[in-house]
């Protein structure tokens, strides 16, 4: 688990520094805690991973979601697209020695299969779906919201072929793949996730 960052508390009129090192153990107690309550390690990894993980309250709120969310049908398949793209992602940044970032995806260009225009199409509003229910706390919702990516993922798998011959088609494509996994980067870190 990394470090939390050092956060700044007002109290009355005063401001005074949490330790990082007190803001550490607590954030260690609540995983403990976590792990008797029976939630799987790697589902608090995938939590605490996130920028926002020095809010615990929401942090117990959002494991709590992941759990039913992973053991649904969508949420379970929804995670084997996510592994799917972040392996070509970096199979291929590896053999190019270069990375592909999401916010790059042109959706104006190299849309020659309807089932990568339909999943493009998609992505931009679903990110900011779950960005709404996020910012209002409602992590099983931005779950679900998630979930609504599903099917356009299997179509875009099951019809696209991301290593085509065309360099400029090959690229946007990694760079959606990218894309998706940025969108679900933020309700959980998925490549922390077992399974």
Request: with cysteine; glycine share 8%; charged share 30%.
């Amino acid at each position: 688990m990394r470090p939390l960052p050092r956060r700044v508390v007002t109290i009355g009129c005063e401001t005074s520094e949490i330790d990082d090192d007190l803001l550490q153990f607590f954030a260690d107690r609540l995983n403990a805690h976590l792990r008797d309550e029976g939630v799987r390690h790697d589902h608090i990894n995938a939590v605490f991973a996130l920028p926002d993980a020095d809010d615990l309250v929401g942090v117990v709120d959002r494991v709590r979601a992941l759990g039913p969310f992973l053991a649904s049908d969508d949420g379970a398949n929804l995670l084997i697209a996510y592994k799917r793209a972040a392996n070509i992602v970096r199979a291929e940044e590896k053999k190019d020695g270069e990375g592909y970032r999401g916010g790059d995806y042109a959706s104006d260009t190299a849309l020659q299969d309807a089932a990568e225009g339909v999943l493009a199409e998609k992505l931009g509003p679903t990110e900011s779906d779950v960005g709404e229910a996020l910012a209002e706390e409602d992590f099983a919702q931005s779950m679900q919201l998630l979930a609504g990516l599903r099917t356009p993922l299997d179509e875009f798998f099951d019809q696209v072929t991301v290593n085509v011959d065309d360099p400029a088609t090959r690229a946007n494509r990694l760079r959606l793949l990218a894309r998706i996994q940025e969108v679900m980067n933020n309700v959980a870190d998925f490549s922390k996730v077992e399974g």
